[in-house]
């Protein structure tokens, strides 16, 4: 049976992550952004999870978000959020006729995205 799951990867898990009971088998936490690259491009199908989501939380540049992005699989319909220091972050979702679309978020923008998804408890995220 396959899962939906989150992968998040957190440098000091700066936001309240919902792992209360019902979340706990949907939140995965990578150990770390190669660990995360890796599930993400390989690993996950051996274990049959499919990924809705990845969230980068200030474990990586700029431009590991961007090879990210460049090297998901093309079935990959799944969001990806890149988080910054500063608690904005960039979405990049998939779109009309499949084609994948980059959104930048404000702090608020990014506390409404993880509450809406249940990933944190409601008005949690940190302010920076």
Request: aromatic share 10%; no cysteine; net charge negative.
């Amino acid at each position: 049976m396959t899962r939906r799951i989150t992968l998040v990867n957190s440098v000091d898990r700066r936001h309240d992550w919902n792992v209360a009971r019902d979340a706990q088998s949907r939140i995965v936490f990578a150990a770390s952004f190669i660990v995360l690259r890796y599930a993400l491009r390989d690993g996950v199908r051996d274990f049959e999870q499919d990924v809705e989501r990845v969230i980068v939380d200030r474990t990586a540049t700029p431009a590991d978000f961007l090879d990210i992005l460049a090297h998901l699989a093309e079935d990959f319909l799944g969001d990806v959020v890149y988080v910054r220091d500063d608690e904005t972050a960039y979405l990049s979702a998939t779109g009309r006729g499949g084609r994948r679309v980059l959104y930048a978020l404000d702090a608020n923008d990014l506390r409404f995205y993880l509450e809406t998804h249940g990933l944190v408890a409601t008005s949690s995220v940190a302010a920076a």
